[in-house]
């Protein structure tokens, strides 16, 4: 499967953005789907998981109840729906396929996309 996100930018803190990440290839639903974010200087860090049909999620604790990873397999898309942004939050932030579900460690994850940046001023 190929993953391309996209949907970064420079917002100021407390803003809100929305990520994409658009798959084609092999089957979509076949995937649990993840997110994850990299800053410069840092490892890939888990940001947020969603099973096969969006039945069940998982977030890092430093996002949790800011953003919403939602899946739409029609589309063959995974959002990441990010509100009151900090800018500690500023990464690249990639999309990613698993075979495991709800997986949050990047060994996991089998395909992923590049990077979109998002940016948070103070």
């Known amino acids: 499967v190929q993953l391309q996100a996209s949907g970064g930018g420079l917002v100021q803190a407390g803003d809100s953005l929305r990520l994409s990440c658009a798959a084609s290839g092999r089957s979509f639903s076949n995937y649990p789907m993840g997110w994850f974010r990299q800053s410069p200087g840092k490892e890939r860090e888990f940001v947020a998981a969603i099973t096969r049909f969006g039945t069940n999620t998982n977030y890092a604790d430093s996002v949790k109840g800011r953003f919403t990873i939602s899946r739409d397999n029609a589309k063959t898309t995974v959002d990441l729906q990010m509100n009151t942004l900090r800018p500690e939050d500023t990464a690249a932030y990639f999309c990613?396929?698993?075979?495991?579900?709800?997986?949050?460690?990047?060994?996991?994850?089998?395909?992923w996309g590049q990077g979109t940046l998002v940016t948070v001023s103070s």
């Open positions: 990613a396929a698993s075979n495991k579900p709800l997986a949050t460690r990047t060994s996991e994850y089998n395909y």
